[in-house]
């Protein structure tokens, strides 16, 4: 497996101190997955999957960019 990307963002406002994580992996050559992570920072993150099975670059890819852009409006 190889990471080729991955964003860490986080959201701090009165009490509430959280945090997601997207990583856009590969996992065989040409074969691609988007797995998050998400939780209060400092506990054990929650995690799952985007992509149930792998998929070309260029929908992974389309997938970690709609997320991370979902996820900073």
Not at 17 to 25: P, T
Not at 39 to 46: E, I, K, S, V
């Amino acid at each position: 497996m190889k990471v080729l990307d991955q964003a860490r963002l986080w959201f701090q406002q009165g009490k509430s101190d959280k945090v997601y994580e997207v990583d856009l992996v590969e996992v065989v050559a040409g074969q691609h997955v988007v797995n998050f992570r998400y939780g209060r920072r400092g506990a054990a993150l929650r995690d799952g999957t985007k992509t149930p099975t792998p998929v070309p670059l260029a929908k992974a890819r389309a997938v970690f960019d709609a997320l991370v852009a979902e996820k900073t409006r």
